[in-house]
């Protein structure tokens, strides 16, 4: 490791001369096979790179943009514009023009390294409108031969220059590098706000350097380690791992062919730490899910079986109980006969650490993981931190928790129930935007915009947004988001809405899933004709009243949001609708629109009435409309002391 | 692209005759293909599009006529001898071997090339692995050029209609031809695989510099990347010349544009 006062061009200087061309710093997966780039090879071709920016024109404080697939050569380009003194300010491909036209404009970015055709093609849209724009570097040159313009230039053309420019200004890259301090801004990383525009994050040296070191303290990562870079380069996460994390440590960043082979080029890595969000590990699990329909019929109940024994240990151990002698025993033998075999498949034979952030997990997903072995772990952190700024240390993991405060980070719930965190990482401010600056940092503490709680142990646990929390009349916390997504965990309920600010208790108005409980009412013989009169079955209702059972029982092991529990809900006769304007496209809940329309069920909800009538109009995807009636039943839910 | 109609012919099809029983497939046809341009050949159904094409690859031999290629004559040539000399085509309908992988059914494509026989290929040692190693990076610069990284082990029976049509397209570029033929290489695709084909064939066009000839239904495509056009009704060539000259050629419009296509 680098010394704490350097900046991440000093350490790459270092890293070249401690490894040089003996270890791998960077592979790429290129013509089906992992092409190696050792830290001589990184040193080397950032400083070509870097010198061929100078002679460009590249000053210090001048920003860099990049936008493509991960590829080394964009992280050399970025690299490259911190030894010069200058800033990296990433871009997410799928952005789109408009976000990315005033992300280019705001940050006055100079130079953009785009990976390809299609991402030169973007940024030459925005060249007449951006004034700031001077010059574009592509990586692949396919297609990009009727590019003539002067103001466009190839990855290797500016190398050229660069090493043209070396011959009379040979310590030139040295000097530059020399003069870098670690107060120096590092990145500015864009946030894509759900509302406004978006807001840049100035982080420096100094930040990413400490929060990464932080990091790696509690969890033990070695410079053997090997990571995917998969995920975008815009990304926080990317920028902690593939940029200063990969300095700091030593480790080896792994970049996948194409983002379509990113999976299958893992299981070729065989990556020891790995970070998905949870949209793929519930993808991957429902992939094995149907594998394992379509397996013979012995694999399917060893599987069964075995996985069923893997939850019973997971369980024992999550609550820190001794695990019986036979139960140790069926888990060796399916460590042998399922387990491993099944880790190894997913390319996460290796793995040491794996993590999820950024949406809640479902607990059953999670501890699916878990009980296979792999050592799944939530953790938490924003932009504004340097990201991580919680972990979940090993044999302390809980499911619903993101686990406890780095060392060093400062972490406290204001009056209103957000998150303050104060720790080295957090950023000085957003980049030309003094407002929301000050709104973010308030006597050294961040602001986070998140609500959450301890519990008794002393883990954070992430409950909604800040805005959207409110209080019961008994000033319990309610977190209309958070229990939704318990509920929602469950495959029989698609969505929910929770109701009970100001009120005396929780109720909530759910939606089934019709496929699953189709599926299931199928299966248990119950016949039905529509959605509507599927969703106002007593079966169904004993069915979903057992899934809100579940969730109050989870509420009620929280000690502040025991009161918060489901005291009575009701099951909806038409799904919740972006046509219909009751949720957006997005499936986020229009949470207003909702207390205005079924206003009459709520105040049902909220009385002793068993029953309610109600008439809705509904809004066909070609814009009819029809009305349908129905009676809906109203449930009281278990509740747990 | 190529300097228009100025080009040297890569080949020559001089007054070809071929009859199917009574049927006259093709009536006394004579065209030239030049080096370095893309070619449409259009035509209504039945109109010997394919035929043609047939016959240039050495499918069918014609009855009557003669074909030169890079003044080599192909007339009676069989058609492994053909693709030898550098003439790759697809087919209409796609014709894979579906049960191979992606790769291998691409590196069938490079069979003319390797010169180690069976049985050194069946140890793979020496001579023959090297000539292997040669000829896999080959093959996934294809598969590179052709974006299809992520099927490479598939079996091509797996895939979808439009990536099988992509692969074969892989198959013919792997044996780099001076010559390619495709037959209605978009047959059968919704606009965005239409739009990646017709880029890969541009770009095949100009950055490998292999001379196309292409039979496509889709006028819109046909306008847009072809340097010049032949068109062919019953037998006959009724018509050639740049697409603007075709889009207002009375006998092209009469035959088979019809009249609403004049705007």
Known sequence: MGNAHSTLPQILLDNDRKYGRDKIAIREKDLGIWQSYSWADYCENTKKFALGLASLGFQRGDRLSVIGDNRPQLYWAQMAALCLGGIPVPLYQDAIEKELEYIIEHSEAKFIVAEDQEQVDKMLALKEKVSSMEMIIYDDPRGMRHYNQPFIKSFAEVQAVGLDFE????????????????????????????????????????NLLTNVRLISKVEGYRDTDRVMAYLPMAWIGDSIYSLAMLLDIGFTINCPEAATTAMRDMREVGPTVVFCPPRIWENILTTIQVKMEDAAWIKQ????FLINVAHRVSTHQLKHQAVSLGLRFLYALGEF??????????????????????????????????????????VYGLTETSAMCTYQPDGDVKLETVGIPCPG????????GEVLIKSPGVFPGYYKNPEATSEALKDGWLYTGDAGIFDKDGHLLIIDRAKDVSKLANRTIFAPQFIENKLKFSPYIKEAVTLGQGQEYVTAMINIDLQSVGNWAERKNIGYTSYTDLSQRPEVYDLISNEVKK???????????????????????????????????????????IAKKYAELIDALYSD????????????????????????????????? | MSEENGGQPILRVEDIHITFGILKALNGVSLEIHKGEILAIIGPNGAGKTSLVNVINGVYHPSQGHIFFEDKDLTIMPHHHIAALGIARTFQNVALFKGMTVLDNIMVGRNLKMRSNFFSQGIYWGFAQKEEIRHREAVERVIDWLEIEHIRKTPAGMLPYGLQKRVELG???????????????????NLEEKEDIARFILDANEELGTTIALIEHDM???????????????????????????RNNEKVIKAYLGTTAQK
């Open chain 1, 409 to 416: 980070v400062e972490i406290k719930i204001s009056e209103g």
């Open chain 1, 167 to 206: 011959k009379d200004h040979s310590d030139f890259f040295q000097k530059e590098v020399q003069k870098g301090s670690p107060e120096d801004t590092a990145l500015i990383a864009y946030t894509s706000g759900t509302t406004g525009n978006p807001k840049g994050v100035v982080l420096t040296h100094s």
């Open chain 1, 337 to 378: 006969l399922v387990y491993g075999p099944l880790r190894d498949n997913l390319g996460m034979g290796r793995l040491r650490f794996a993590y999820t952030a950024g949406a809640a997990l479902g607990p059953e997903v999670f501890q699916f993981y878990r009980s296979i072995g792999i050592n799944l772990k939530q």
């Open chain 1, 551 to 593: 969730v109050n029982a989870s509420l009620s092991k929280e000690e502040k949001l025991r009161g918060a529990q489901i005291r009575r809900f009701l099951i909806l006769h038409k799904e919740l609708d972006p046509d219909d304007a009751e949720v957006t496209r997005t499936r986020k809940i229009r949470r207003g629109f």
């Open chain 2, 171 to 189: 198959r013919a570029l792997a044996a780099e031809p001076k010559l390619l033929l495709l037959d209605e290489p978009m047959a059968g695709m």
């Open chain 1, 301 to 304: 109940k060893m599987y069964a």
């Open chain 1, 609 to 641: 009435k068993e029953n309610v009538d109600v008439e809705t109009k509904i809004t066909y995807e070609d814009g009819r409309t029809a009305n349908i009636r129905a009676s809906l039943k109203i449930r009281e839910a278990e509740i747990f002391q």
């Open chain 2, 220 to 246: 819109g495509v046909v306008m847009d990347i072809s340097d010049r056009v032949v068109v062919l009704d019953f037998g006959d060539k009724i018509g050639q010349g740049t697409p603007e000259e075709i």
